[in-house]
Nanobody, 127 residues
Framework: QVQLVESGGGLVQPGASLRLTCAAS????????VGWFRQAPGKEREGVAC???????FYVDAVKGRFTISRDNSKNTVYLQMNSLKPEDTAVYYC?????????????????????WGRGTQVTVSS
């Protein structure tokens, strides 16, 4: 059974950092692209970052230079390091896996490319 579990969210002040973790079970992540998405109240889910099986990465403009996506295949885990957090980063953050074997990020983070989803972790940035 494929399962993704996000953790690491919390309440932080503007300018702070958080590291989100996406732990997979039931399959190994190393041959699949993994994306991070977020959804703020009243807004649509939006892509944030993607990492390919070959460690190619893609970020949306809103987080470029502040967020870093990485993977540790030995732990079957993907991370999202978030620095210089802003109030507009407040959202539930989800990780997702593109079920296509060795699929790349293709310069986008689009929810329809992803087949397996975690339940999310809340990130709140507020003073």
């Amino acid at each position: 059974q494929v399962q993704l579990v996000e953790s690491g969210g919390g309440l932080v002040q503007p300018g702070a950092s958080l590291r989100l973790t996406c732990a997979a079970s039931g399959f190994t992540l190393d041959n699949f692209a993994v994306g991070w998405f977020r959804q703020a109240p009243g807004k649509e889910r939006e892509g944030v970052a993607c990492i390919s099986p070959s460690d190619g990465v893609f970020y949306v403009d809103a987080v470029k230079g502040r967020f870093t996506i990485s993977r540790d295949n030995s732990k079957n885990t993907v991370y999202l390091q978030m620095n210089s957090l802003k109030p507009e980063d407040t959202a539930v953050y989800y990780c997702a896996v593109n079920g296509g074997y060795r699929a790349m990020c293709y310069g986008r983070v689009t929810w329809s490319d992803y087949d397996y989803w975690g339940r999310g972790t809340q990130v709140t940035v507020s003073s």
